[in-house]
């Protein structure tokens, strides 16, 4: 069994009143894709901005292989190695399609510049599916190859660890099979995925563990196959009527 590359433990997030996040622990090992799931409002986004900086911890520390990170700005998690996709996609719309990625990149893992960081943007563009799209403005894409171009730019910077925030979202089932078959060779070539996922189907094809949420908590933790089957699980999703 691969080692744990992030940890959370009693991770904690308010926002006045309301706990969105409610003394999160768990483990996620390297290699794999870790599925984050729960119904609307249970913390998954929130969670996801924790790891990734771009929310402060009221309590609890997350840790990058043994490290502390929760207490670093944000472009110094994604230096190390962290790195998100967005729910709403946050393009530059004053730049071409190309130096999106490339500026994905800036605040990465590993920086390119240059002639480099152009081909490298190029060869991402082509991985996810926009070959020779690299010279459009971002005005010109539609929904979904704005979505390959996030990925991207995400990828721009070699993470290690990949925050995919419902990125297959709105996706038509060919779209869907190719984003599965894509985070698969992202698993594949050494890279450990998180993904906030309401897709079912992906759920069940890609990851390797879940984590459920509600309501802030985590009410179950295993194989996709033993977390859709829990009583809570389904609970949670279905309401108490129809459980
Ligand atoms: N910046 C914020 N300020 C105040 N409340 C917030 C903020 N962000 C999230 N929340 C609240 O925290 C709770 C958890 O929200 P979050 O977006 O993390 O849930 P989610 O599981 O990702 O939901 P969805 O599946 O609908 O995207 C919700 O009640 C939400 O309204």
Redesign the pocket.
């Known amino acids: 069994m691969s080692a744990s590359i992030l940890s959370l433990r009693g991770v904690t997030k308010r926002?006045?009143g309301?706990v969105?996040v409610n003394s999160m622990d768990f483990d996620v090992r390297e290699h794999q894709v870790m599925g984050l799931i729960?119904p609307?409002?249970?913390?998954?986004?929130?969670?996801l901005n924790l790891i990734s900086g771009a929310l402060k911890l009221n309590e609890g520390e997350i840790s990058l292989r043994g490290t502390p990170i929760s207490n670093l700005p944000a472009q110094d998690i994604a230096r190390k190695g962290v790195s998100r996709t967005f729910?709403l996609v946050r393009m530059l719309s004053s730049m071409t399609v190309r130096e999106n990625v490339v500026a994905g990149g800036v605040y990465g893992h590993r920086k390119r510049w240059g002639s480099e960081a152009l081909r490298h943007a190029d060869s991402l563009l082509e991985r996810v599916g926009l070959s020779g799209q690299g010279g459009l403005s971002v005005g010109q894409l539609t929904y979904i190859d704005t979505k390959r171009v996030e990925l991207a730019r995400t990828l721009a910077g070699d993470p290690k660890v990949l925050l995919l925030d419902?990125w297959l979202a709105g996706l038509n089932p060919t779209e869907l099979q190719i984003g599965i078959d894509l985070i698969k060779s992202l698993r594949d070539e050494g890279r450990t995925v998180i993904l906030?996922e309401?897709v079912m189907d992906a759920i069940r094809s890609l990851c390797d563990q879940c984590v459920v949420?509600a309501s802030?908590t985590k009410i179950a933790e295993g194989t996709p196959t033993e977390v859709l089957s829990d009583r809570e699980v389904i609970r949670a999703y279905l309401g108490d009527d129809d459980a």
């Open positions: 926002f006045g309301l969105a729960g609307n409002g249970s913390g998954k986004s929130t969670t729910q419902e906030v309401h949420m802030g």
